[in-house]
């Protein structure tokens, strides 16, 4: 759907006139180092106010409270990154992966059921990966067992991010164990309120615990939990990972082109002790220049992504790049923020909450940024999909 | 010229590293976390025993490579006392340890240890100063606090390349010690039916780093026969030293938690342990862009010497330690 260039325009003014009104002037201030509840009451809060001037789920369709053309979107999450509005970092899962896979393979029943209760603050965890299922994610082991309409869920998911506040969890389990490892999957939608769920916090090198594991011991799931066909996951899986590349790419690359990389150069601007700013060292001058080139490059790489694949004309590994770059890049830029800032950058020792990947607190988000390039396929399978799907060679031979 | 550690010094290395694994290994950095002020009072028979502080790196080249093997050791485990630092302690000073101090405000990984120290900045002005008190939780400040610098003299010189070189020391057994435990992993750890360690990519990625590694330990010990030599050169050498450290640390650290995955940012890993020790090494007194910018300052466009340059006589300027055995 084309829209104008004068339509987009003016919404571009609408988004930061109602930024500038809305987004809380202190929320970084507040969020800092934040107890749990509050970054949980405030990250529902906010999701509300999005949701009212209709930007909570812009991507979704239109029945269902969303119908933005991608042009707007890319518009509006420019915006919101040049405004430093607090990201929805608590219902990430819920209006991506939960959204894409309801949408796609759900039933009308459970879209009914689900899609609106999101809307209104419904909170999801997904269960995919287990200690021996990481990037090879099929070999997972937890186990459901049919027992007339019910199934008896048991097994450990790890690294599942928000469960601690979850509301429902999507799935992976094993349910025909007989079965080549692709085909004896099936995909759930659990009530993270049923008996039998134990959900461990994990700290982090940050300190922070928002990736959790989770026992599952004779948990039960009716039949109705299914989503698409028993044994069937598999399938269905590749839709909710595929959320993940996209319009998610293309928002957190926003983020870093016009937040972290925009306070990074505020930061080199500010005068030091003896009056010199780093921007006039030839050196710092020289990186921020080429980092400039390089995030101004991940933008448009993103923004072509979600442009060809709302023209159906997606390339095989164009999203496995632009994550690539993302991650690495994004490593690249905090390890020089951590430097150039300085001893400074080591006293900062709480992150802003509902900030994205990177904060200000720039030791931390170098840190953090190192978890980048492993969740939703690490840069190896990355580069594996990079190699076999992009450039048409050989596959692995090991690899099953 | 010889640039490889002495057999003894070697000895003395392997023997501080059982002593601090039997004492308590990786639960050392994990006890001193749990309570930092004991954090000295954890180590302090181990290096009694080992007779760490009666070594004095200055009084040869003995000593000197006792005391490299000693902070390597310390770096295996990821120990979190500042052993580098105290071995460095000017003999005409009433100090426990010297760190070197970069051109901001003045910072040290030696907090909750009530010591005194000397601070020494790049071009030699050396002033007694006091740790201020830690501040927050260590595992967020990594022991790291600010320095209350008395008046500044002259009379450092010799204290800046020993200052430099022996924490790339605990630096460098710290990045032995992440290798070990990465190669560990990925032969352990197996994905789609056979050992990360199978995948050419991954072996390529672990051998890349180890290039790195051994390149850092092959500076290390050239900066260390180079205040051996009392060579003029001693900072420049020792600046390369740290440039290459931390570089090596950059690329080993990224290869090692992208091949332990999400598991290798948690502190059921000793990577995580480890690679969380490293960064105030690597970001004091210099960073990456700070080293090179004070060692370009320094060489202008004269280049190192190296091993085989002209200007590898002893100089006249700096007293040499007996170079024996060079």
Known sequence: MAVPDRDLAEFRSTVGDWCRANVPKDWRRAQAGAPEEQFVAFQKAWFQELRQVGWAVPHWPAEWGGGMSVAEQIVLYQELAANDAPRLVLAFVAIHHAASTLLVAGTDEQRRCHLPAILDGELWVQGFSEPDAGSDLASLRTTGRREGDVFVVNGQKLWSSGAAHADWCLLLVRTDPGAPKREGISYFLMDMRTPGIDVRPIRNANGESHFCEMFLDDVVIPVSGLVGPEHGGWRV???????????????????????????????????????????????????????????????????????????????????????????????????????????????????????????????????????????????????????????????????? | MNIELSDEAEEYGRQARRALGSAGGDRLAQQAEADPHARGALVDPVFEALGAWELDPRAGSEELEAGAALCRSAGWWALAYPVA???????????????????????????????????????????????????????????????????????????????????????????????????????AREQFGQPLAAFQGVQFQLTDAEVERLGFEALATHALWSIEAGRADAVDDALALRLAAIEAADTVFRVCHQLHGAIGFCDETTLSWVSRASVPLRRLPLNLAGTGAALTRRLGRRGLSGLFGPNDEPSPTLPALRPERR
Not at chain 1, 319 to 324: E, T, V
Request: charged fraction near 25%.
């Open chain 1, 237 to 400: 899986a590749q839709e909710t990972l595929s959320a993940e590349r996209g319009m998610t790419m293309l928002e957190l690359s926003e983020r870093l082109g016009r937040a972290g990389f925009t306070w990074l150069l505020e930061a080199c601007r500010v005068r030091g002790p003896s009056g010199d700013r780093l921007l006039d060292d030839p050196v710092v001058a020289d990186r921020l220049a080429a980092f400039e080139i390089e995030v101004a490059g991940l933008r448009s790489l993103c923004r072509r992504v979600v442009e060809r694949h709302e023209a159906g004309a997606s390339a095989p590994a164009e999203a496995s790049i632009a994550k690539l770059l993302y991650s690495e890049l994004l490593q690249r830029v905090m390890d020089f923020a951590t430097e150039v800032v300085g001893l400074e950058a080591h006293t900062q020792l709480t992150k802003p909450l509902s900030s994205g990947w990177e904060s200000g607190a720039w030791m931390l988000d170098y840190i953090g940024s190192y978890e980048w390039t492993i969740p939703g396929g690490t840069s190896e399978i990355q580069r594996t999909i990079i190699g076999e799907r992009g450039l048409g060679l050989p596959r692995e031979p090991a690899a099953r």
């Open chain 2, 85 to 187: 630092e105290r071995l460095c302690r000017p003999r005409d000073l009433d100090v426990d340890g010297l760190v070197v101090i970069g051109p901001g405000p003045p910072a040290a990984p030696v907090g909750g240890l009530r010591m005194a120290w000397a601070a020494v900045s790049l071009d030699g002005w050396r002033a007694v100063c006091a740790a201020s008190p830690l501040r927050g939780p260590v595992r967020k400040s990594g022991y790291v606090v600010g320095l209350e610098v008395g008046s500044f003299e002259r009379g450092g010189q010799g204290d800046v390349a020993l200052g430099l070189v022996l924490p790339c020391w605990t630096l460098l057994g710290m990045l032995d010690r992440a290798m070990s435990l990465t190669r560990a992993h990925i032969a």
